[in-house]
Every structure is written in C-alpha cells, then in structure tokens.
C-alpha cells in the first residue's frame, strides 16, 4: 500500500522556521518525484518544490525559492522541506505527493501528474 505521511507543521512566528517530514512506504523510492504542494481554503493547489533524490535533483515555485529547502534521507524514504522565513502569507495546508519519473524533462508539478498525496499537515504563521 503506496503511503505518505506528512508531520512537522504547527504555529511559529513571523520570521520562524519550521521543518516538514514525508514519509513514504509501498513503493521505489529511488523511482520517484516527491513534491510538496500547499492549499489554501477556496484556493488552487500550489507547488512548492519537487524532488528526484537519485540523481539529486530538485526544483522550487517562485513564492519559495530561496527561502525553502527540499531534501531527502534515502535510507528513511523520507523528503523534507525546511522553510524559513516565513510569513503570514506562508499560512495553509501542506501536501507531499509522489509521481513516477523517468528521468526526462522536468520535474512533476502539476497535480494530475501524481500518483499518491498525504493527508496534509497545518502550518500557520501567526504572533
């Protein structure tokens, strides 16, 4: 059974960090693209940043980079996004979500190219 479980999120600061976890089972990690997407009430769902962690490959949305940071333990199946200096604006739902790659062109960033999606966890930025 293909799993992610997303953890890490919660209430910081404007200014603060926080560092989310996907766990993966029940599929080749090393064959997959993990992408974090979020998803705001009422809105469309985001990219975030996305991953290839066998060929240590990785791309981000314009509204992170630079402040975002995708990486993996392969040993663990497990991709984090660790994002610092967060704002207001970086309040919503976060998703992780896995799509096969076959090593071609771009990494997967639209929602219909994924297979499996997390449950999501709640960041809210907030003093």
């Known amino acids: 059974e293909v799993q992610l479980v997303e953890s890490g999120g919660g209430l910081v600061q404007p200014g603060g960090s926080l560092r989310l976890s996907c766990t993966t089972s029940g599929f080749i990690f090393d064959d997959y693209a993990i992408t974090w997407f979020r998803q705001a009430p009422g809105k469309e769902r985001e990219w975030i940043s996305s991953m290839f962690s066998s060929e240590s490959k990785t791309d981000y949305g314009d509204s992170v980079k630079g402040r975002f940071t995708i990486s993996s333990d392969d040993a663990k199946n497990t991709v984090f996004l660790q994002m610092n200096s967060l704002t207001p604006g970086d309040t919503t739902m976060y998703y992780c979500?896995?799509?096969?790659?076959?090593?071609?062109?771009?990494?997967?960033?639209?929602?219909?190219?994924?297979?499996?999606w997390g449950q999501g966890t709640q960041v809210t930025i907030s003093s």
């Open positions: 979500a896995a799509a096969r790659y076959w090593r071609i062109g771009d990494l997967p960033r639209h929602t219909l190219e994924f297979d499996a």
